[in-house]
């Protein structure tokens, strides 16, 4: 398997692993808000499904941003100068409406407001399509490929480097008074 593959491989299990815990924290506390888990009679949002989903995530949206800069894509430089926050929030907020939309075909549209129904649609089926959209999106506006001098310099991967092999060029010194390379030495004639 080749480096780019295994980079590749790698990348996609840290990503998902981090989305996995900040998936469990909003998954909790979206059924917290809205279905109470024997919290009384009513939960707090029971009524505002889309509003607890969306709070869920947010704090979801917390610990993912922390674990995908800090460790799934720890080596790749950023391409924004906030850190790519904004492209962070901007990539989610935009992805979120995905499983908000399922919910919201669940429960308007189709009637569902049970536990199981609310679940399923935006946290299996909105969550799969959301967290498909992230990974790419992510990948390739937030977070840069990391920087191999071989895509830079091309010729320098291409040279095979033999330590004993004549240098094809010689360094021509610099003058330090100028910027220029230095005067060629005087020859043949010197002060006499």
Do not use: K
Request: charged letters at 15%; proline letters at 7%.
């Amino acid at each position: 398997m080749g480096a780019r593959r295994q980079r590749l491989i790698g990348e996609a299990g840290r990503f998902l692993a981090v989305g996995g815990l900040a998936t469990i924290v909003a998954l909790v506390l979206f059924n917290l808000l809205v279905h109470g888990f024997n919290t009384g009679d009513h939960a707090l949002l029971d009524d505002r499904p889309i509003l607890a989903y969306v709070l869920a995530n947010t704090v979801g949206m917390v610990i993912s941003y922390r674990g995908t800069r800090m460790w799934a894509f720890r080596h790749r430089p950023t391409r924004h100068a906030d850190g790519g926050r904004s492209a962070f929030v901007a990539i989610n907020v935009a992805t979120m409406t995905i499983p908000v939309l399922c919910l919201y075909v669940s429960r308007d549209l189709l009637g569902l407001d049970d536990p199981i129904s609310d679940n399923i649609s935006a946290n299996v089926i909105g969550l799969a399509l959301g967290v498909a959209a992230r990974f790419w999106l992510f990948r390739s506006l937030v977070f840069r490929r990391p920087i191999n001098l071989g895509d830079i310099y091309p010729a320098e991967r291409a040279m095979a480097v033999d330590p004993g092999a004549p240098v094809s060029r010689a360094r021509v010194p610099r003058d330090p008074s100028t910027s220029g390379p230095a005067p060629p030495p005087a020859v043949g004639g010197g002060a006499g």
